[in-house]
T-cell receptor, first 114, second 111 residues
Framework: KAGVTQTPRYLIKTRGQQVTLSCSPI?????VSWYQQTPGQGLQFLFE???????NKGNFPGRFSGRQFSNSRSEMNVSTLELGDSALYLC?????????????FGNGTRLTVT | EDQVTQSPEALRLQEGESSSLNCSYT??????LFWYRQDPGKGPEFLFT???AGEEKEKERLKATLTKKESFLHITAPKPEDSATYLCAADSNQAGTALIFGKGTTLSVSS
C-alpha cells in the first residue's frame, strides 16, 4: 500500500510570494491533516479536512489555507510568504478522525523563504 | 492550556544500554497518547497509541507505558538503528482533532 505522498519535496520562495503544497493520502483514508514543523516550535497543527470539509483549524494566520478534493487529495496554500514561514510542512492521513485511527505522515515539503 | 513536554531533549546511549524517555502531559480530557519515531529527512512514523493509565504496549525493543500525568518510552538493549527523534503527542477533548506534540527526544545509539 502506497504511503502519503507530498510534492514537491523542496521549495525555495521569495518573501511576498505564494506557494501551494500538495498531498495524496493513503488510499481509503478520508481525513487529511497538515502540520508545520520547526526546530523551535516542533510540530504545530494547521488544519484538518474530512470529506472535503475543514473540520478543525489551528492558530495560524489567514495566509494559511487549504482544501480537499473529492478524491481526498489535499492542497495547502500560503500567501504573502514571510521569512518565518520557512519550515517542514507535513501532511498526514487517517481512515477517520479520532485516537482510534492514528495519523500516517508523508515525508514533508521543506519550504525555504528568502 | 494543553501542553506536552518531553525530556531529555537529547540522549546518547551505548549499544545495549537501556534507558527511558519521558513525556509529561497536561491536557483537558486525554483521549489518547501517541508515540512516533522520526528519522532525519522523513515524516514521523507511528509506533503506539495508549488510551488509559496502566496501559502498556511493546514493539521489539520498545515499550510504552502511560500514567495519569506522563508516558514513558522504554528502550531495552538499543541498537544503532534505534537512533532517531522520538515524539509523543496527545489527543485531547479541548483540541478537537488536532494532536498536541512535544518537541521530541533525539536518541543517538553508538556501537
Amino acid at each position: 500500500k502506497a504511503g502519503v505522498t507530498q510534492t514537491p519535496r523542496y521549495l525555495i520562495k521569495t518573501r511576498g510570494q505564494q506557494v501551494t503544497l500538495s498531498c495524496s493520502p493513503i488510499s481509503g483514508h478520508r481525513s487529511v491533516s497538515w502540520y508545520q514543523q520547526t526546530p523551535g516550535q516542533g510540530l504545530q497543527f494547521l488544519f484538518e479536512y474530512f470529506s472535503e470539509t475543514q473540520r478543525n483549524k489551528g492558530n495560524f494566520p489567514g495566509r494559511f489555507s487549504g482544501r480537499q478534493f473529492s478524491n481526498s487529495r489535499s492542497e495547502m496554500n500560503v500567501s504573502t510568504l514571510e521569512l518565518g514561514d520557512s519550515a517542514l510542512y507535513l501532511c498526514a492521513s487517517s481512515y477517520r478522525t479520532g485516537s482510534n485511527s492514528p495519523l500516517h505522515f508523508g515525508n514533508g515539503t521543506r519550504l525555504t523563504v528568502t | 492550556e494543553d501542553q506536552v513536554t518531553q525530556s531529555p531533549e537529547a540522549l546518547r546511549l551505548q549499544e545495549g544500554e537501556s534507558s527511558s524517555l519521558n513525556c509529561s502531559y497536561t491536557v483537558s480530557g486525554l483521549r489518547g497518547l501517541f508515540w512516533y519515531r522520526q528519522d532525519p529527512g522523513k515524516g514521523p512514523e507511528f509506533l503506539f497509541t495508549l488510551y488509559s493509565a496502566g496501559e502498556e504496549k511493546e514493539k521489539e525493543r520498545l515499550k510504552a507505558t502511560l500514567t495519569k500525568k506522563e508516558s514513558f518510552l522504554h528502550i531495552t538493549a538499543p541498537k544503532p538503528e534505534d537512533s532517531a527523534t522520538y515524539l509523543c503527542a496527545a489527543d485531547s477533548n479541548q483540541a478537537g482533532t488536532a494532536l498536541i506534540f512535544g518537541k521530541g527526544t533525539t536518541l543517538s545509539v553508538s556501537s
